[in-house]
């Protein structure tokens, strides 16, 4: 990183170019669950979209 000194970063933090400080065990616990629940978010919309295309009620759009 420009105008950073070098210096030796443990395996759990990381240095962000804003000059704070993240420990990966809170951040990872957080990641995990924003994943999961965009996971869910996506199956319910792929669910949708495949039932309105079953039922024959999407429109063309072209």
Do not use: I, Y
């Amino acid at each position: 990183m420009p105008g950073v000194t070098h210096a030796a970063l443990e395996s759990r933090d990381t240095f962000h170019g804003d000059g704070a400080w993240v420990d990966h065990r809170v951040t990872d616990s957080l990641l995990r669950e924003f994943l999961a629940l965009l996971e869910a978010a996506q199956e319910e919309l792929n669910r949708r979209w495949n039932d309105q295309e079953k039922s024959g009620s999407l429109a063309d759009c072209a």
